[in-house]
């Protein structure tokens, strides 16, 4: 066997020599480069990238520059354990010292950390927010400040420093005493959801507003967006896996805990391999089912948003909500942990009436100050607009961060183009109904009594309310009781109805006025069948098996045989190590070895993900096992 081949010298402070050597790639993608290079002069940073765009690179690289350079740690500023875990095994898996601070270690080692810090030899320490802003921890700090041993601060998730942001975390707003107390070492604040008036919070919170904004395209090409409106919501999901995602992992959102566990337990009767996932459970249980979702093939896991921040698995093939999100950036950022390896995911969600009303009664009845919830009413509404748009689902979602595109091809609207038809006389007569109650009896009513009076249902309580003398009676029987309620959504998500109090009652909006004259002409979405299936069936050995990669597709008989043997391999070196497979390498290497077969350590070193201690640490083994695919 020859030697390992050269490589770029280990000492080297150059960004593009760290990339190459330690991480095995010839390139940085999109503005990486541009953000490194300012980083790693140190030049304070703004990052929004999207999930899956490469930004751990953009501190990784530059903290491991600046160490080299005699600069000192990077201290990483990280919100959740299990990214800290994974960060950290992913990179000692690159020949990067690195370690984190956390609840799960006991005394001696989070004493062994310590030393490792103040010793200088790590290159990234990752730790939570509420434990960097410690009076220990700073103190720590402070002493390497003195040394010229503290390099850069590395602020992940930053979105979370927002009280206008969707995942709001007080701890965060310590952070700012980084700028007061360690005036010189350079921040980098990233995150891949915030809109102008969380990004202005950022800067404002953080003491950045001097910083370089970098902002990347908030486009994921490869997420197909499917909103369907609700109706059986269990049948919708389980059409939608059995159709397109058998043996896939994903996530299912709920918007209650009772309500993830009952699914999780539906979706186990029906054959899948379901795991909840919320606060409410114990958190020994709660780590173990995070962990064989990141550790396993085909787990769904059903969760409410406590899940999902940080979480690296690149193969996430759907995210599924069976509840309407909060507003458009939990959606962006929801969504955005599908396809994170750039292969095809699915964002599906079904909502309804009830969705719409839940969320505004949420806001309604909040302790919040009326500026806020007027601007959480105004983010809630530019999720009901995309949600019931005619047009692309893509162009509304990007248009909400500023950026402008043309239909995407790629989203159930442009696919399956909606029906329209004019709704305005429907509209009117719904108007014109909630505002006879109102005349009539002093109070208001919900939608399902609405619909009974418009399509001209006798019930015990139109007889009792004297609703069927109302000349509104029965003026909607042409209508069907779902038509009537994609009517009624459709008017709430328009801002011309409201729903009020504890049985949420219909009240008519001051625009309403302008609908009931004829003014305003109402288009709105027919309701339609469950779309038919467009993408080509996917490669299967029978049920639980797992799709076949893009990337690995286009392989022959004996790359796919190699591509297998590949994956087998991976497997029994992540249970060694006990981390996630993917990084000890992702499905997109392991398909280039498949594909180009190398057959010496020099030419497996060009592969693009195989820096230089993976190559010392398995490049023979991984020779050994193209070889005998080959005898």
Partial sequence: MPPIPAVPDPASTDPADVLREVFGYTAFRGHQEAIVEHVVGGGDALVLMPTGGGKSLCYQVPAIARHRAGLGVTVVVSPLIALMHDQVGALEEAGVHAAFLNSTLDSAGAQSVERELLSGRLVMLY???????????????????????????????????????????????????????????????????????????????????????????????????????????????????????????????????????????????????????????????????????????????????AFGMGIDKPDVRFVAHLDLPKNIEGYYQETGRGGRDGEPADAWMTYGLADVVNQRRMIDESTAGEDFKRLQVGKLDALLAMCESLECRRQRLLGYFGEQSPPCGNCDNCLHPPARWDATEAARKALSCIYRFRQHSGIGYGAGHLIDVLRGKSTDKTKERGHEQLSTFGIGADLSEAQWRGVIRQLIALGHLASEGEYNTLALTDSARAVLRGEVAIELREPREPLPRTRGSRSKSGSGSQRVPRAAATLDAAGQARFSALKAWRSEVAREHNLPAYIVFNDATLSQMAAEAPDSLSALGGISGVGAKKLEAYGRAILRVIEECAE
Wanted: charged letters at 30%.
């Fill in 127 to 305: 730790a939570a927010p509420e434990r960097i802003t410690h009076p220990r921890f700073l103190a720590m700090l402070d002493s390497l400040h003195e040394r010229g041993q503290l390099s850069l601060f590395a602020i992940d998730e930053a979105h979370c420093v927002s009280q206008w942001g969707h995942d709001f975390r007080e701890e965060y707003l310590q952070l700012g005493v980084l700028a007061e107390r360690y005036a010189g070492v350079p921040r980098l604040a990233l995150t891949a959801t915030a809109d102008e008036h969380t990004r202005a919070d950022i800067l404002e919170r953080l003491q950045l507003t001097q910083a370089r904004a970098f902002v990347s395209s908030f486009d994921r090409p490869n997420i197909r967006y499917t909103i369907v409106e609700k109706d059986n919501a269990r049948t919708q999901l389980l059409r939608f896996l059995r159709e397109e995602h058998e043996g896939d992992a994903g996530i299912v959102y709920c918007q209650s805990r009772r309500k993830v566990d009952e699914t999780a337990e539906w979706l186990s009767a029906e054959g899948w391999t379901a795991l909840p996932y919320h606060a409410g459970l114990d958190p020994d249980l709660r780590r173990r089912h995070q962990d064989r979702f990141l550790r396993e093939d085909g787990i769904v896991m059903v969760a409410t948003v």
